[in-house]
């Protein structure tokens, strides 16, 4: 396989899977950032600051994004005591229950593609595209 045909796979499979976490997402009215939003905070509490850069968006567009899902119930801002400016997200329990929800519902959208594959092949394929994930050292 050439680096052109790994590079065409790679596209046309983030097609296939932004296509099923769109319609997930919008099954739970969610954007498709709120969904990328859950999937980081599910086992994390981030600063506003750090998951806007990580997102790749200005601190107050994702404020904005924060703030609709506080206001639906599924977001909490925590305060830190030491720095007053310094500000962290947490699910509540109901948007614990929502990330746990979407959650499956993208792996049960997945899990044709994958089923294609043996265990082993399943494996290799996690290995491999962790391995292309991999944060180079700087």
């Known amino acids: 396989m050439s680096e052109n045909d790994a590079v065409d796979a790679l596209v046309q499979t983030s097609f296939v899977v932004m296509g099923t976490l769109t319609e997930v997402a919008k099954r739970h009215g ?3 950032t709120q969904l990328r939003v859950f999937g980081i905070i ?9 998951l806007a850069a990580f997102l790749g968006l200005d601190k107050s567009t994702l404020s904005g994004l924060v703030d609709r899902a506080v206001a639906r ?4 801002r925590i305060r830190n005591h030491d720095d007053r400016r310094s500000v962290r997200i ?18 049960r959208g997945l899990a ?13 394929l996690a290995s491999h595209l962790g391995t292309v994930l991999e944060t180079p050292d700087a």
């Open 90 to 107: 947490r699910l509540t329990p109901e948007g614990r229950e929502l990330a746990e929800r979407v959650h499956d519902d993208v792996r």
């Open 30 to 32: 969610l954007s498709l």
């Open 73 to 76: 119930g599924l977001i909490e």
């Open 112 to 124: 044709p593609l994958l089923q294609r594959l043996s265990p082993q092949g399943q494996a290799r």
């Open 42 to 50: 599910r086992d994390r509490e981030p600063r506003i600051s750090d």
